[in-house]
Nanobody
Framework: QAQLVESGGGLVQAGGSLRLSCVAS????????MGWFRQAPGKEREFVAA????????YYADSVKGRFTISRDNAKNTAYLQMNSLKPEDTAVYYC???????????????WGQGTQVTVSS
């Protein structure tokens, strides 16, 4: 069993930055891939970024590539999502989740946080 808690969301103007954090409890964190997802009102949850258990590999949705950076600190059981050059279309609830598989579909992510709201004003 694991629990994930996101923080760092808020209201920011277009072009601004935010850094989201995801703290995990339980011993699985350091051996699991970590992903960030988001869900905007009226839309399906979508993948944003993922990082391998050791931080050695990352990949991003095309919509955030070059603007967002995912990282992790296994000693702190924490993952981060640095979001720069934010756009109004980035407005969503952001969730972190963990998966035992590096190549994973959304359904492979076993544990999810409660989400943190990010709102980008134009």
């Amino acid at each position: 069993q694991a629990q994930l808690v996101e923080s760092g969301g808020g209201l920011v103007q277009a072009g601004g930055s935010l850094r989201l954090s995801c703290v995990a409890s339980g011993r699985i964190f350091s051996s699991y891939a970590m992903g960030w997802f988001r869900q905007a009102p009226g839309k399906e949850r979508e993948f944003v970024a993922a990082i391998r258990w050791n931080g050695g590999s990352t990949y991003y949705a095309d919509s955030v590539k070059g603007r967002f950076t995912i990282s992790r600190d296994n000693a702190k059981n924490t993952a981060y999502l640095q979001m720069n050059s934010l756009k109004p279309e980035d407005t969503a609830v952001y969730y972190c989740a963990v998966s035992p598989y590096w190549v994973a579909t959304t359904s492979d992510y076993r544990y999810w946080g409660q989400g943190t709201q990010v709102t980008v004003s134009s």
